[in-house]
């Protein structure tokens, strides 16, 4: 079991960039697919990018590709979102999330098993 929590979220311009981090606390995060998805006001969530448990494997949204980069140090319990050539419409509420098992499904919400609360992510044009 992990319980994740986030931080780095902020205010940027369009064309910057954040870094994301999520600390998750647990003895199975080496064993635990995590990623981000966001969530703007007024919308659905929607997956971002994920990443697998030894981090060998990544996936992207395809409105993100190109530009956020995902990665993990499971020796610090931590998984990280850097984002590049932030656009307007990626502003949103990011969240963490872990997944047991393995990463298959990960870009299903409800294939989720547990979730940070969220940091604010938004980008002025």
């Known amino acids: 079991q992990v319980q994740p929590v986030e931080s780095g979220g902020g205010t940027v311009q369009a064309g910057g960039s954040l870094r994301l981090s999520c600390t998750a606390s647990?003895?199975?995060?080496?064993?635990?697919?995590m990623g981000w998805f966001r969530q703007a006001a007024g919308k659905e969530r929607e997956f971002v990018a994920t990443?697998?448990?030894?981090?060998?494997?990544?996936y992207y949204a395809d409105s993100v590709k190109g530009r956020f980069a995902i990665s993990r140090d499971n020796a610090k319990n931590t998984v990280y979102l850097q984002m590049n050539s932030l656009k307007p419409e990626d502003t949103a509420e990011y969240y963490c999330?872990?997944?047991?098992?393995?990463?298959?499904?990960?870009?299903?919400?409800?294939?989720?098993?547990?979730w940070g609360q969220g940091t604010q992510v938004t980008v002025s044009s």
């Open positions: 990443i697998s448990e030894s981090g060998a494997s990544t």
């Open positions: 999330a872990a997944k047991d098992d393995s990463i298959t499904g990960f870009y299903r919400a409800w294939n989720i098993d547990y």
């Open positions: 647990g003895r199975t995060f080496s064993r635990t697919a």
